[in-house]
């Protein structure tokens, strides 16, 4: 399998520990050790500067498929440019598709019902769920072949979710009624591996271990395995929503390896 990963950051790291047998060139702005994986060849410069020569040469003649993980801050607010000047890099008779990981964000505006792959999304409000719809809508309207990615709240036992807050003894925001919905970063690049191996070249893909969990009884959890002082909330208003995904990964064909938070940071 011949892969690009774009932004190759934490979450490529992880894919290419994922998949020793693939064919794969990282793509990133610089260089920081911490992200590197000796086996795989990175190349440096940025994919929304066109007169970069380098960045051209990789993608013009790249026949597999490219895995995009451009954080939302990167793109102006011009999307249709930004993005257009990633497309426009590639050969669209060559690339097989673009898998575009997304976030379980666009649906930060809250829901009452839980959130599968049936879920109708509602136009979003707030101004992170509106950017990431867009990003969306704009890779799909320029690139055919475009497969989202809805990743919930990445994690694992050397990156997790709001350990600093605990550990700091910050006050959280909300009630810590709220949900979470996490995934593991080994099944988040298991999911995306999958998507890139099979016969899927459109559609929108939901990505959670399946278990949201409490905010208060995530928190009270990390604040006993690090010895801190248990969490307090603020009581503001904080929406919530709770994601899962059983037929996205019936349809991949595999399950999560860490079903849940205390699984994945054992």
Known sequence: MELLLIGAGYLARKIITQSPNSNIIALRREKRSQDLVDRCPYKYGDVFRLENDLVKNITLTFGGSAVVMLSPSTYTNNLAESVFRVVRLFNPNLLKKVILVSSTGIFSDGSEKLIDSSYHQLTPLNSRAKKIHAIETE????FKNTVVVRLGGLYCSERIVGLNSVLSNEMLDGNGEEYLNLI???DAARAILQLCSKHIYKGTYLITDCNPVIRKEYYSYLAKLYGSKSPKF???????YACVAHDVWARLGILPKFPDYISGLV
């Open 139 to 142: 890779w799909c309207r320029q």
């Open 184 to 186: 593991h970063s080994v």
């Open 234 to 240: 603020s009581n503001s208003i904080r929406k919530t």
